[in-house]
């Protein structure tokens, strides 16, 4: 927001303050109704949160573009995206054992740093689709960049140059250690195109998801459901993916070897770049509304250089917002005036020095203040979903192991361990499928809610379900454990015990599933509609930042849990053994359920203290009146 943009209403420039034996008043927010404003670098007016086309200009006839038709070929989009990321999730970890001779611990940190700076780093996807490039321009580039690292990642495979030597290197010989290692600029080379592959999955991951919703008209009398609907066949899309990269990808990889394996995943996303082109005409798009990062600056700079300024000054004009019923950020409509975070409206308090020398970094609007206290308010609910992403990431890499000391054949079906995942996919997809048919009523006729549940109580559910998984998973180590000490597979983990089914497994990763639906689709439809407009990719990175963070999470609390536990000199291993029978895995989801239920309090709380945006713009009496503008703005004004 440039200085320019910075007026001040001249019905309120000599206003009397407020007296300071006003005790507890609001703050409220006054000005003009005008439809007389253009859009900077001499484009036309588009008013608040107006979708335009390609070219940043309105769309003349919206029933052309938007809806259910343009939303499937995002979906297709993010389905070949999430089928990348999970084949490489649970495909790298055995491709990095066995091929590049890496031991297992390290293999398997490997991965969750991957995992890790791929979703924490989308807070710079978000904040480059909200400030410059807009959704679709971020996913296309993005896109194309995650395209390149999984080309490179099948030349590495596909390549004997890019792999150590093979030569005698029999199971024996990978169990003890003994194969030749990768060379450093092997692992090097194998580094940079994973992380240029998690690069571009950072960009795509929170555009997707918000440029799907945004081909919704936000005034038409279904937007709820149509919203409602669009998060859940969105993670639908998600889970399809996981799918094919759990079953089909794994086949491939063990009919054809692993640069088949790698490179059906390059083609199923170069396919999917060019369906999404393909769809240009048919999407809606939201301009860029500038640097959230700068506003969000500009907003702390000028509530500290005004934090010495009294509500109650002689000096004060009052709360500034520019005239008419459109905000001065692109992309974006005004937001109510509320009273949390008293210390921010300070950023908004003009000043009659402000009039005669305006600046954005010394004078911020009101709805730039309430974009700030927003996100702010926003962080709480995504953090407590960390726990959930550190219990997914541990079951992603310790549930492997597990399976491979038990029996997975299905009748005459023997399904390899890498394929043990699926389930909870599976779980997922029948879920949803179920969810409109049978939860919604279900809960309707206990809540009362229209949609069966809101979405902070739908992950409220979620996370409740995530404590009943990792309970039971460790209930069920304690016993496996228990039954390959007692048969004489105490030193054998990588043999499998012949009367003891993995499909017990099953439970643990249903019930994961499970938590995984109601948690993620309820955060990802309260972010989008929660997050200020223009900052709509910001606020889904929230989500991916919270999965990033848990798999930092999983592998800090990893390297601890081997530091701390065990004693080498006595020879009592930690509780993360590679031999897992002679490990303590079921220590570790204890101790992870009694952080998650701990977690899940905090949750309860935050929840409680949240109120919905819609809540707070009601409770605010938010009138346009032009007849309010000559009100004397002392009483409105809160003492502090």
Sequence with gaps: MGSREIKSPESLQETPATSSSHQRKKLSVYFIESDNRRMALGRGYTGGTTPVNVHGKAIADLSKTGGWIAALFIFGNE??????????????????????????ADSS???????????????????????????YWTIAIFTTIYLAGLTGITLCATMKVFMPNQDNCDRI???????????????????????????????????????????FDERSKDYKTHLDRFFNFFYLSVTVGAIVAFTLVVYIQMEHGWGSAFGA?????????????????????????????????????????KRHAAFSSSELIGLYEVPGKHSAIKGSGKIAHTDD?????????????????????????????????????????PACTIMLNVILTEFLTLSVQQAYTMNTHMGKLKLPVTCMPVFPGLSIFLILSLYYSTFVPLCRRI???????????????????????????????????????????EFSFL????????????????????????????????LYEEAPDAMKSIGSAYAALAGGLGCFAASILNSIIKSVTGNPKKGQPNWLAQNINT????????????????????????????KYRSEQKHGNDYEVMENKLYDTPSKELEAT
């Design 447 to 489: 809540t009362g809610h229209p949609r069966g549940a809101s979405q902070l109580q739908r992950v409220g559910i979620g996370l409740a379900v995530s404590i009943l998984s990792v309970i039971w998973a460790g209930i069920f180590e304690r016993y496996r454990r228990n039954y390959a000490i007692s048969h004489g597979y």
């Design 79 to 104: 389905m070949a995206e999430r089928m990348a990321y999970f084949g490489l999730s649970v495909n790298m970890v055995t491709f990095m054992f066995y091929v590049m001779h890496k031991s297992f």
């Design 495 to 526: 043999t499998a015990m012949p009367d003891l089914s993995a499909y017990w497994l099953l439970i643990q990763y249903c019930l994961i599933g499970i938590a995984e639906v109601f948690c993620i689709v309820g955060l990802l439809e309260f």
């Design 583 to 610: 490990g303590r895995f079921d220590y570790l989801y204890w101790l992870l359920a009694v952080l998650s239920v701990i977690n899940f309090c905090a949750f309860l709380y935050s929840a409680y203290r949240y």
């Design 341 to 381: 975070f008293r210390c921010l409206d300070k950023a908004a308090l003009e000043l009659k020095e402000d009039v005669i020398n305006p600046s954005p970094w010394k004078l911020c609007t009101v709805t730039q203040v309430e974009e700030v206290k927003t996100l702010v308010r926003l962080v709480p609910i």
């Design 265 to 305: 995943l390059a083609i199923a996303m170069g396919i999917s770049n060019m369906l999404f082109f393909i769809g240009t005409p048919l999407y809606r798009h939201r301009l860029p509304g500038g640097s959230p990062l700068t506003r969000v600056a500009q907003v702390l700079v000028a509530a500290f250089r």
């Design 109 to 135: 940190n490997a991965v969750n740093n991957f995992l890790g700076i791929s979703q924490a780093s989308s807070v710079l996807g978000g904040f480059l689709a909200d400030a410059y490039l807009g959704r």
């Design 173 to 215: 010989s990978q169990l003890l250690g003994s194969c030749e290692p990768a060379k450093s600029w092997q692992m090097l080379y194998l580094y940079t195109v994973l992380y240029i592959t998690g690069f571009g999955a950072a960009g795509i991951r929170p555009c997707v998801s918000s440029f799907g919703a945004d081909q």
